[in-house]
């Protein structure tokens, strides 16, 4: 598995490990790695490596692609990784992509998700897509130090998963059988309003929290002191341009299904989580 010194990649490997399970932790830097029962680590220079992918990738039954970090040449990465495992003979590749994945989706990012699925189901290689919505772990920090939510969000509405969730499904579609060119949309099992949220992590914080909901023009303002590329502002901005269309707006039994368990919720991960 790539990523397993990321968020959801460090959660799946723990889960793997507690479950008895081997397995190889492909890495840029194994010195970040954690130590796991079962687990070996394969150095590599990320999804640019190709020689060092394919080296690695050697002897991989099921393959977890976390997808590469936010970047202009983000599809070229994962195409490059795609190939890598073709040419390595890996079975299955399990690909870590985004809810609303499609060639003309709002969010300019989950473009990026389409074309690296378009290419994982060209290449001839078994695979599983887990299209995760906005992840909940997130909800606490949309306010930022100020409190504030802004975005052009306008009345949309998003159903977030807990990252926990995302992990545990993610662990059976890596180890049971069954799951060969299925595609998941993990959410959470409600959606909300951005002001309702809002309401949500007021409830819980000592700070009221708010949501601004900001046009095209205040959202790209805002965002101007950062000195991001254009690239990167436009994935920012198109996160709550997506969710005013709709396309966050998704609740499925998928996580239910896949752990046996309901999601967590927002209230429930915000009792125990938000500082007061």
């Not at 399970?21 to 990320?46: K, N």
């Not at 690296?116 to 772990?137: K, V």
């Not at 949220?197 to 965002?223: C, D, G, K, M, W």
Request: with cysteine.
């Amino acid at each position: 598995m790539t990523g397993a010194t990321g968020e959801v990649g460090g959660r799946v490997a723990r889960r793997l490990a507690d479950a008895g399970h081997s397995q190889c932790l492909i890495v840029r830097d194994a010195s970040r790695v954690p130590a796991l029962p079962g687990a070996q680590t394969s150095e590599f220079g990320g999804y640019a490596d190709i020689a060092g992918m394919r080296s690695a990738f050697q002897g991989v039954s099921t393959l977890l692609l976390v997808s590469a970090r936010e970047s202009e040449d983000r599809v070229k990465q994962h195409i490059q990784a795609i190939d890598a495992a073709a040419a390595a003979g890996v079975g299955r590749v399990v690909y870590l992509s985004f809810i609303g994945a499609a060639a003309e989706a709002t969010f300019t990012f989950a473009r990026d998700h389409f074309r690296t699925e378009e290419h994982l189901r060209a290449s001839g290689l078994a695979f599983t897509f887990s299209r995760q919505n906005l992840y909940l772990d997130l909800v606490p920090l949309l306010g930022g130090p100020e409190a504030v939510i802004r975005g052009p969000a306008g009345n949309g509405r998003l159903a977030p998963v807990l990252r926990d969730d995302v992990a545990h499904a993610l662990l059976t579609m890596l180890i049971e059988p069954g799951h060969e060119g299925a595609v998941y949309e993990l959410t959470g099992a409600e959606s909300l309003t951005l002001s309702e949220l809002a309401a949500e992590i007021s409830r819980y914080s000592a700070q009221p929290v708010t949501f601004e909901n900001e046009t095209l023009e205040q959202a790209h303002a805002s965002r101007a002191s950062y000195g991001a590329p254009e690239w990167e502002v436009a994935g920012w901005i198109s996160t709550y341009t997506a969710i005013a269309a709709g396309e966050l707006d998704v609740v499925t039994d998928h996580v239910q299904r896949l752990t046996g368990h309901e999601p967590v919720s927002v209230r429930e991960f915000l009792s125990r989580s938000t500082p007061r």
